[in-house]
């Protein structure tokens, strides 16, 4: 299965989730994971499946100081 990642072009299992994702992807880390769709983006939970094709865009969480 493939997916864009920030851009990317990345092969994954069939299936994968967004903790699989993390796993493949270290750079990742614990970024807000969002998904794009023809609805609009929406976040995805550590357990979600990626679909064939996803467009996956990771955010950092923002800290307060």
Same mark, same amino acid.
């Given at each position: 299965?493939? @997916? ?5 072009? /990345? ?11 993390? @796993?493949?992807?270290? %750079? ?17 939970? %550590?357990?979600? @499946?990626?679909? %064939? ?9 923002? /800290?307060?100081?």
């Amino acid at each position: 299965m493939r @997916a864009i990642v920030n851009g990317k072009l /990345v092969d994954l299992p069939n299936g994968a989730t967004v903790e699989e994702l993390r @796993a493949r992807l270290p %750079e990742i880390g614990s970024d807000d994971v969002m998904e794009e769709g023809f609805g609009g983006t929406k976040p995805l939970q %550590e357990n979600e @499946a990626l679909k %064939e094709g996803s467009r996956v865009w990771t955010i950092p969480k923002i /800290v307060k100081g």
